[in-house]
């Protein structure tokens, strides 16, 4: 293990005069963690490691006591860092913390962590690989229950395990392709032998597919739904009645909603990002028609679209000629929203009423959401975890082109560099092949204390 510098940061939120919190948890990571409770109790009779234990935290240099807590401490290695830890569980007060704080300071031998530092360690010192890392960010950003559960399988090792199956199984085809490289004139068939060309393939092909799933990105980022149909029909009005605020502009006027509004939603668990848009209607005015455009590109690019049309008007008519012209309409996903009915009864098969003045039928259009939302996500489903990030699906895609070209090499020397360069790829996601500018990246998205 590289010896490295004793770090130590508040874990909890910082304590304001506004939001006092009733406990703060100071943590520790580095070889002299155990150092700082003694200078912090004034006693070299600490706790048995791992057994908490309440005791009076002093000043160490006056010997005043600042405030009585919990402490606990963990031996090297086992630690959540891998290094001796240490962790002060004080009362959540300004001034406690930043008594604390300094006294740490002033002990002389301890830097206050940077954003990441103690989740980096782990990293370094193995006791997590990177997408289990970027898991714990996930966690703590998870605002729904369904990105809590994705983020909680990843940081399980989900993910490092599907990626590092296929590594072992890429490094076994390379073995074979190196095994006659070097031995050109053993019995080893003749260029790639078919065996290993189907063992190339069939990775290729699992990448693919992993490549196609966007249920995990779609989690992390939100799944969109785009809210269109003509003017006046209620379209913002249900903008503001699903997010409870007056997001968007209700007018009377038709034509008045002309950008597109975004707003953040949970519904059932699932994260959505609403979007409500301009009236589809032919109109003259150049703004409005940009709008027109944007409201079409919008429920284009959408996970699931709301037709909206309204009771008190020829709303049949209304969703035949919209559903007849969208480029994307999906029965069993996409729900029409039949507004206004306080104004006018409507029935039918398939529709959804709902008085976006009154609030009724919302929990049915709720209900159906909810639904959506789960049919769409579980579309596509195997039992492997989806992707869930950007940089992920980088590496995966420079590892699936160059398994293309390694499965078409026509020489075995080249197959071989190609399928070594996939399985650099690879390697990258989980860092068993590390860049240091990669890592830099990816840990300095946490908060301070993780
Ligand atoms: N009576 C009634 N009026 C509504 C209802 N929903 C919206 N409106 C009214 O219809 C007009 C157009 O609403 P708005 O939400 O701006 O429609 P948009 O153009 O589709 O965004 C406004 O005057 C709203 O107050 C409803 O359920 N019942
Ligand atoms: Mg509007």
Redesign the pocket.
């Given at each position: 293990m590289k010896e490295a510098g004793t770090i130590y940061a508040l874990a909890t939120p910082a304590p304001s005069r506004s939001a006092p919190g009733a406990i703060s948890v100071v943590r520790l990571s580095g070889s002299r963690a155990a150092e700082v409770l003694i200078g912090l109790t004034g006693s070299v009779f600490l706790p048995a490691p791992r057994r908490m234990s309440v005791r009076e935290v002093i000043d160490p240099m006056s010997g005043e006591a600042i405030d009585r807590g919990l402490i606990v401490w963990f031996e090297a290695p086992h630690s959540a860092t891998g290094e001796t830890m240490a962790e002060l569980q004080l009362h959540g007060g300004r001034a406690v913390v930043n008594a604390v704080l300094a006294a740490i300071q002033r002990l002389g031998f301890c830097r206050l962590a940077e954003p990441g530092q103690f989740t980096r360690r782990a990293f370094e010192n193995g006791k997590l690989d990177l997408t289990e890392a970027e898991a714990i960010a996930d966690l703590v950003a998870a605002e729904t229950d369904q990105q809590r559960r994705q983020a909680l399988k990843q940081m399980d090792g989900a993910l490092s395990r599907l990626y590092e199956d296929w590594r072992r199984q890429g490094l076994r085809a390379l073995a074979h392709l190196e095994a006659a490289i070097d031995f050109p004139d053993e019995d080893l068939p003749e260029g790639i032998g078919d065996e290993v060309k189907r063992d190339i393939a069939g990775l290729q092909a699992a990448i693919a597919e992993h490549l196609a799933d966007r249920r995990g990105e779609r989690l992390r980022e939100g799944l969109t739904i785009a809210i269109v149909?003509?003017?006046?029909?209620?379209?913002?009005?249900?903008l503001?009645l699903l997010s409870r605020r007056d997001a968007?502009?209700?007018?009377?006027i038709?034509?008045?909603?002309r950008d597109v509004i975004e707003v953040h939603l949970d519904i059932g668990g699932w994260p959505v990002v609403l979007a409500?848009t301009a009236?589809l209607r032919e109109t003259a005015d150049a703004v409005e028609q940009e709008g027109v455009r944007r409201a079409w590109a919008r429920a284009a690019e959408a996970d699931l679209r709301l037709l909206?049309v309204d009771a008190?008007a020829d709303w049949r008519a209304a969703r035949q000629e919209l559903i007849a012209v969208s480029e994307r309409w999906d029965e069993t996903l996409d729900i029409v929203v039949v507004?206004?009915?306080?104004?006018a009864s409507a029935e039918g098969a398939d529709i959804v009423t709902?008085?976006?003045?009154?609030g009724a039928g919302l929990p049915v259009l709720l209900a159906r959401l909810e639904a959506a939302l789960a049919t769409l996500m579980a579309r596509g489903a195997g039992s492997a975890p989806p992707l869930t990030r950007a940089r992920h699906r980088e590496a995966l895609m420079e590892a699936e082109a160059s398994l293309v070209r390694a499965g078409t090499a026509t020489e075995v020397a080249l197959a071989a560099e190609d399928l070594r360069l996939a399985m650099r790829a690879l390697g990258r996601i989980t860092g068993t092949v590390r860049i240091d500018e990669l890592l830099d990246v990816i840990f300095r998205d946490f908060c301070i204390g993780k």
């Open positions: 149909g003509p003017p006046n029909a209620g379209k913002s009005s249900l503001n968007a502009i209700v007018s009377e038709a034509g008045t909603t409500d009236g909206v008190s507004n206004k009915i306080d104004l709902l008085s976006a003045r009154s």
